[in-house]
């Protein structure tokens, strides 16, 4: 079965400063891998995605994130973080490769980002 | 365009009673989504939708339904509501990438959530 984890429930950094956001995978065949952001009582809102090509991503607001097959996973990364960059990340992977084309997604828990001034 | 739009933004519900969640979308997209957010439980699948006339269980199905007439729009309905249905609902839609393109393939757009209490 398809999975997604988030080993951290919270990250904390300082403004200015680098931050990582982890995420790992678990898939049958090649996989198609997605951040979101969800600010506080807002709906999510996509960041970035993969499904081929170069394994740097880069999206929105700019976050990054870097495809690592042979560890399986799709770290969302960003160089100097701000405070408003606080909120709720979610990483997904689609379900059900292959012939199957419905997109949904299965999602991580979630990881709560703060960054401090 | 407005993207995908709820209705209430907020509704309190006895046991027992029924209600339907809205969700429209004027993107012209062919797949629909309905998720729910539990804290620290990330988003979970409910139903989902590959085009008018076409529904399917996700995950988490049990006291809900659905329904999809149209392109834009896809209720989800609650027949008796429990308590273990207290959550924040969340409608998504996607568009289908252009066929035969290496890559082509879309993300999902939110709705700002309906965020269901059940007393």
């Known amino acids: 079965a398809q999975s997604v984890a988030q080993p951290e429930d919270q990250v904390k950094v300082a403004e200015g400063n680098p931050l990582t956001v982890k995420c790992t995978y678990s898939?049958?065949?090649?996989?198609?891998l997605f951040w979101y952001v969800q600010y506080p009582n807002r709906g999510l809102q996509f960041l970035l995605k993969y499904i081929t090509g170069d394994n740097l991503v880069k999206g929105s607001y700019g976050f990054e994130a870097e495809f690592n097959k042979s560890q399986t996973s799709f770290h969302l990364k960003k160089p100097s973080a701000l405070v408003s960059d606080s909120a709720l990340y979610f990483c997904a992977v689609r379900d059900m490769p292959g012939n199957s084309n419905t997109g949904k997604l299965i999602f991580g828990q979630g990881t709560t980002l703060q960054v401090k001034p | 365009n407005a993207g995908v739009t709820q209705t209430p933004k907020f509704r309190i519900l006895k046991i027992g009673q029924s209600m339907t969640l809205q969700c429209a979308q004027d993107m012209n997209h062919n797949y629909m989504y309905w998720y729910r957010q539990d804290p620290g439980m990330g988003l979970k699948l409910i139903y989902y939708?590959?085009?008018?006339?076409?529904?399917d269980k996700g995950e988490v199905p049990n006291g809900y339904n659905v329904s999809r007439s149209t392109t834009e729009d896809f209720p989800l309905r609650l027949e008796l509501a429990a308590p273990s249905q207290t959550s924040v609902y969340f409608c998504a839609s996607r568009g289908l990438g252009l066929a035969g393109v290496l890559g082509a393939y879309n993300e999902q757009f939110f709705g700002p959530g309906t965020r269901l209490t059940v007393l």
């Open positions: 939708s590959v085009g008018a006339g076409i529904t």
């Open positions: 898939v049958s065949g090649n996989p198609y």
